[in-house]
């Protein structure tokens, strides 16, 4: 019998995450790590990525569990440079991202003492993890990682932080291998009774105007394919929200697109109208109800989701089903398939209320037509990416405007290519998330779309993709302003537009590009937009492309802020 071999703590660390199939790490070392980035110098099993900022590597981490399923890994120093992952992680909780990030601490005697960098970031983070630790005892930290991986990938998936004293990564254990885990009181993901499935089916049957409603929960279930079939046996609208986009073929007959506060007039139109709402997997959040007491008020509302707390939680729902999306809607189809006859029936049945939703997309359909010989529009940036790229690409946002054109313009064909703050619009997110995806898939065409000043918030990350040649492509809308902060006020500040013009001290992005060893490009004319595209998409190296586009666009329908759904300001 082979005796377990003894190890250190930051070689237990390391080698309990290749064990857990962990490839890539992104990181920046500091005092506190250095036992740990010794070890990582001594290995080659695991890729470490050095960030310039340790934000940037949370959203990084954050990218990559959306892209592939599976928990980014990101680490950072005691003091600030743990303080400095709270964005990430507040961002990853809120969009339901698994990721472990582990963090140095000073050495445990020292815990409490004011010590130089310490910072109590379990307590910090606790509002925003789904779960933390501090590592006291070495004996325990395999243990502590394979639980730390389990919790962030499982049930309803968030951030997980494991934060390691440095004495522990110094002091010594036996390794012990361990291959399962488990932990009494979590059991994610109970697959519900037959019962309220049959009545789910049941209201289903009864209702004459339904909606698929569908949330990123899907998408993180890998319940995609499902969804579709659902959809298509029993004839059903789909509405999708900003976390969902992808999860249901976006050209798709049946695809409504987004819905909420820049959602289509139609799908907005259709969720305030129809007597049926099926909630697969979304959390009713403020930006797709809006108004919650007139929030489809002559529906009633089925609601799917692996989080027994979200159900109810925001709007009162007539069943209620606990569990994972894929293991319930396979159930569902087979109760669905039991009965071809009325299925069909029903099928037939729903047809004049596509008749309606189609005749609300014809009276207000997303409009943007671009003058050739005009200023460039911003909406038509992104449908040549969409055309120049097929729809076969990661598209990574930051937040404001661009975001919303992009979930309103772009088709997401299929899951796990869309990476974008939701829950909490991280301004900054996108290009370290992009980093994070094009190292998750280097062979996939990974881009960027963000904002002039989006962009600037985690710029540094640039040096990142230089370093390890990864080619992301960056789009800037540059409108010169702070385009959200500005609509806004235009529509609701009288236009006075206090502190969001950019204009006098913008950069010149080419430059900019060009100082980090990225490839810069400026285009200002719609005729030169394909073929900006095209040639940035040839280039084997991160590009940066400032696409200067007319100042005054606006991003409509808006619903606004505690508006019902159908008080929309339309084009």
Not at 237 to 252: A, C, D, E, K, R
Not at 390 to 400: A, E, H, L, R, W
Not at 444 to 471: H, K, R
Request: aromatic share 8%; net charge neutral; glycine share 10%.
């Amino acid at each position: 019998m082979k005796m377990p071999e003894k190890m250190t703590g930051a070689q237990i660390l390391l080698k309990t995450l290749t064990d857990l199939g962990v490839d890539s790490i992104f990181g920046y070392p500091g005092g506190v790590l250095l036992y740990l980035y010794d070890e990582i110098y001594k290995q080659d099993k695991i890729k470490h990525y050095l960030v310039r900022h340790e934000q940037g590597a949370t959203h990084m981490a954050d990218a990559y569990g959306r892209v592939t399923g599976k928990p980014g890994v990101c680490l950072a120093t005691s003091g600030p440079g743990a303080t400095n992952t709270v964005t990430g992680l507040a961002t990853a909780m809120l969009d339901s991202v698994p990721m472990l990030c582990i963090t140095g601490q000073v050495p445990v005697n020292l815990i409490g003492n004011d010590a130089f960098q310490e910072a109590d970031i379990v307590g910090i983070t606790r509002p925003c993890t789904k779960h933390n630790y501090l590592v006291k005892d070495v004996k325990d930290l395999e243990r502590i990682l394979h639980q730390a991986y389990y919790i962030a990938s499982t049930g309803r998936p968030g951030p997980v932080l494991v934060d390691v004293p440095k004495d522990v990564t110094l002091a010594t254990a036996e390794y012990q291998g361990i291959k399962e885990v488990s932990l009494r009181g979590y059991n994610p993901g109970k697959v519900p009774t037959a019962g309220p499935m049959e009545e789910a089916i049941e209201l289903i049957y009864q209702s004459k105007r339904p909606v698929l409603y569908m949330g990123g929960g899907v998408v993180a279930s890998g319940a995609s394919e499902l969804v579709r079939q659902f959809a298509e046996k029993l004839n059903l609208p789909v509405g999708i929200t900003l976390m969902g986009l992808g999860g249901f073929p976006g050209n798709h007959d049946l695809s409504m697109g987004m819905i909420g506060m820049h959602g289509g007039y139609w799908a907005n139109m259709a969720m305030n109208n129809a007597d049926l709402l099926i909630a697969l997997g979304p959390r009713f959040d403020d930006r797709v109800t809006g108004d919650l007491k007139k929030f489809a008020t002559g529906a009633k509302k089925i609601h799917l989701d692996v989080d027994a707390s979200s159900i109810g939680k925001n709007v009162a729902v007539d069943v209620g089903l606990v569990g994972d999306a894929k293991d319930v809607l396979q159930k569902l189809l087979a109760i669905v398939d039991k009965d071809p006859k009325r299925t069909k029936a029903y099928y037939d049945s729903v047809s004049p209320w596509h008749v309606q939703i189609k005749k609300w997309k014809e009276e207000h359909p997303i409009y943007y037509p671009q003058d050739m010989e005009g200023e460039l529009r911003p909406q038509y940036v992104i449908q040549k990416i969409y055309d120049v790229t097929q729809g076969k690409t990661i598209i990574t946002t930051d937040v404001g405007q661009h975001q919303m054109w992009t979930a309103q313009i772009f088709p997401f064909i299929q899951p796990r290519k869309w990476c974008t703050s939701g829950g909490l619009g991280t301004m900054g997110y996108g290009l370290p998330a992009a980093i994070g995806a094009q190292v998750a898939y280097p062979n996939e065409t990974v881009f960027c779309i963000s904002g002039d000043g989006s962009i600037q918030m985690n710029i540094q990350e640039m040096a990142t993709a230089v370093q390890y040649n990864l080619p992301v492509k960056t789009a800037i809308i540059n409108n010169g302003y702070l385009g959200m902060v500005r609509q806004w006020q235009e529509y609701f500040y009288g236009r006075r537009y206090s502190e969001s013009d950019l204009k006098t001290a913008m950069p010149d992005f080419v430059k900019l590009a060009e100082a980090y060893g990225a490839v810069g490009f400026v285009c200002n004319k719609p005729k030169d937009v394909e073929g900006v595209l095209l040639e940035s998409i040839k280039v084997k190296k991160p590009v940066l492309i400032d696409f200067q586009v007319a100042e005054g666009e606006n991003v409509l329908p808006m619903v606004p802020a505690g508006k019902a759904l159908d008080d929309m300001l339309l084009a």
